[in-house]
């Protein structure tokens, strides 16, 4: 009994119909929720004592460096299950995600500079979380052009799941590595507020934007994720019916 | 009827039967052992393919000098860190040699379907590919950082450094050379796939490294680099094994 | 020790039963069904691209089947596929032949991973396929005929129940194919079980033994 939603789950044609019903329920509250937490951030929260104004770029920064960290670990354990029990639709989903997971990872790089570009000086320090981004960003692009080395879709899928696998493996390590090296040269540093905690009305505002990009990304996934399916599945019937004007 | 007495002639093949493991006098550790030393024979008569790499570390090495200053005082800070990104690069290099010739004439195959463990074959591979690669770039390490103004009383400390530390370069690059098996001209994806997971390696060896050359103690980093070691023991052949069974299907 | 298995030997039979595999959109195997059984060779037949390597990789376990199932002597192979390759001699297109070693060297190398090998059986089987005289010269200085009988007195050397070749004459001259012919007869006589992909018919004489089958497109 257990089993047959997860087997249905891997059911192109059913995935197709429930992501195309879902999208409208994560597309809305997660741009209901990123404009509130834009006008709670940018417009009602205080401003910090130390940086002024110029911290508000946390409402940005912080859900994309925390979304590029959920997605790549979302896009390994589908690719994981996929591997395991050869769900197609596990390898879609993972395929799907990855141009997702680069652009959060990306929009973190180009945030965090312009973040701490006032305070430094310069536009980059090898600070440890930005550094630890950079090389994120790296994993992101080794897997895919991992992908797009293979034409035969299948083995795409199977070899970039074993990459994406030992790439989460390797992501708290890296992370260790870096902050440890970073440690031993104490360069400047962003990221820290003049406060050790965060008022509410600076802390919630940073939740909303939390979930909101949370949500934004579920959206975006079952988009790419329903044009994912009909591209994999296009020799089957089910789609000519799904795509019909 | 087949013999099953010890003298079988080519004429009258005797196999065991249905649920005998066909002829398992030769355990897992004897096929690798065998692996290894296949592998290390092969190198030997293609000798002149294992002094590329360290060809490629000595022109790398020399490139900062010419690019940054002559003068030893200003690259014995850096020396460190020029000879592991060196040794990073030629360790990539190096990486060809590993599965792409049995990959491409059917022996990678065989293994796959030798009914032993393909984990620990590849394990074997990996450590005659450290043999021949990584233990000589250890060795000739210490020339590179005394090149670059390093003193003689670091050199232990430098071959020590880099040669655990290529273990660990060596078996994560195993994974990546089996996941581009198949690929043609895959020397910058593999560059891709493989340099962001060095990252940590890099940065326990070179911290390594550079106590080892100012002369303060060294051995914080160093087991944390074995620790590396370790867990690519462990968990990298498993990855390159599943990687190469998917690229033979 | 073999004796007691001996009743057993009946039992040793390769099924595939529906199976199908997809190569992209390419729907290469659909719900092909063979059977082999001990003393019996099955030839492939069919033209290029129809699948029959295809079928010979699923049949290995290399190849995934997106549906029905191999057994052998009643058992999915996937249970224990370790096992099962334990009791397989697979032989591809290409020799697995190291260029830079000898043929011995190569045979020592390529069957001792799997079981061990004594000097007597290798001298017996390179003097079979007719390697007296090259046998100790790289591979490289070989010509293609060579490496294939190399690969022959490999393949004799694996004391496999079954045999799985895929074009086993290619670059052969005729009497190289009277070889191959003479070498599955004995394998099959002796009980064995063989699957072959082959473009010609095989010289095999064992008649009763022999059987058939085409893969075509559908």
């Not at chain 1, 997860?6 to 409208?24: D, G, K, N, Q």
Request: with cysteine.
């Amino acid at each position: 009994m257990a089993w047959t939603w997860f087997h249905r789950l891997a059911s192109p044609p059913h995935v197709y119909r429930v992501a195309r019903r879902l999208t409208p329920w994560l597309a809305w509250p997660a741009a209901v929720l990123i404009i509130a937490g834009l006008i709670g951030g940018l417009v009602l929260a205080p401003p910090d004592y130390q940086q002024g104004d110029g911290y508000r770029i946390i409402y940005v920064h912080a859900p994309s460096a925390w979304m590029s960290l959920l997605v790549y670990a979302t896009m390994a354990v589908a690719a994981g299950i996929g591997l395991i029990w050869r769900m197609k639709v596990a390898h879609a989903v993972a395929a799907a995600s990855a141009p997702i997971g680069a652009s959060f990872t990306f929009a973190a790089l180009v945030t965090g500079s312009l973040w701490g570009a006032p305070m430094w000086g310069t536009y980059w320090q090898w600070d440890p979380r930005l550094t630890s981004e950079l090389i994120l960003l790296f994993l992101y692009l080794g897997y895919m052009g991992l992908r797009s080395a293979f034409d035969d879709l299948q083995r795409a899928d199977r070899v970039s799941a074993v990459l994406a696998v030992v790439g989460v493996v390797n992501v708290p390590i890296i992370h260790y590595s870096v902050v440890w090296w970073n440690s031993l040269h104490q360069p400047p540093s962003l990221m820290y507020l003049g406060k050790p905690t965060m008022p509410p009305s600076m802390f919630v505002p940073l939740l909303v934007m939390l979930v909101g990009f949370t949500l934004f990304y579920g959206a975006l996934l079952l988009v790419r994720l329903r044009g994912e399916v009909l591209s994999r599945e296009r020799a089957a019937s089910w789609v000519r019916e799904a795509v019909r004007p | 009827m087949p013999d099953s007495g010890a003298v079988t002639s080519p004429l009258r093949p005797a196999f065991s039967t249905a649920g005998d493991a066909a002829g398992a006098a030769v355990s897992a550790v004897g096929a690798a052992r065998l692996v290894l030393a296949r592998d290390l024979k092969l190198a030997f008569r293609k000798r002149s393919q294992l002094v590329q790499p360290l060809a490629f570390f000595a022109i790398v090495t020399t490139l900062f000098p010419l690019g940054v200053s002559p003068e030893l005082p200003r690259l014995r800070p850096m020396a460190a860190g020029v000879l592991w990104a060196a040794a990073l690069l030629a360790s990539l290099l190096a990486l060809e040699l590993l599965f792409r010739d049995d990959a491409q004439d059917g022996t990678l195959e065989q293994y796959a379907l030798s009914g032993r463990s393909l984990t620990w074959l590849l394990a074997a591979k990996t450590a005659a590919h450290w043999l021949l690669t990584g233990l000589p770039l250890a060795l000739m390490a210490p020339l590179a950082g005394i090149a670059l103004g390093a003193p003689g009383a670091a050199v232990p400390g430098i071959v020590v450094s880099v040669a655990v530390g290529t273990v660990a370069l060596s078996l994560i690059g195993s994974i990546g050379a089996a996941l581009t098996l198949g690929v043609r001209r895959s020397g910058a994806l593999l560059s891709l796939l493989t340099l962001p997971l060095d990252i940590p390696v890099l940065i326990f060896g070179a911290r390594a490294t550079e106590l080892a050359i100012s002369g303060e103690a060294y051995g914080v980093p160093l087991q944390l680099l074995a620790a590396l070691a370790v867990l690519g023991l462990t968990l990298a052949p498993l990855a390159a094994a599943a990687a190469v069974r998917i690229n033979l299907e | 020790m073999a004796r007691a298995k001996k009743g057993v030997m009946s039992d040793l039979c390769l099924k595939g039963e529906n199976v199908h595999l997809w190569r992209g959109d390419h729907h290469v195997l659909r719900g092909v069904r063979f059977q082999v059984g001990a003393g019996e060779c099955l030839q492939l037949t069919g033209a290029n691209g129809t699948g029959k390597t295809t079928l010979l990789r699923t049949a290995c376990g290399l190849a995934y089947p997106e549906g029905g199932e191999i057994t052998w002597c009643g058992q999915n192979i996937r249970a224990d596929l370790s096992a099962f390759h334990a009791q397989l001699a697979y032989l591809g297109h290409e020799p697995p032949l190291k260029a830079e070693l000898t043929a011995r060297e190569n045979l020592e190398y390529w069957v001792g991973v799997r079981r061990r090998l004594d000097r007597h059986e290798l001298d017996a089987a390179l003097a079979r396929v007719g390697a007296d005289h090259w046998a100790d010269r790289p591979v490289r200085t070989l010509s293609a005929g060579q490496k294939r009988r190399a690969a022959l007195a490999g393949l004799t050397l694996m004391r496999a129940p079954l045999w799985l070749l895929d074009e086993p004459t290619t670059n052969l001259d005729a009497e190289g194919q009277k070889l191959v012919g003479a070498l599955i007869d004995e394998h099959v006589q002796a009980g064995g079980v063989a699957l072959a992909a082959v473009h010609h018919e095989l010289a095999v004489s064992a008649g009763r033994a022999l059987r058939r089958m085409e893969l075509t497109f559908a």
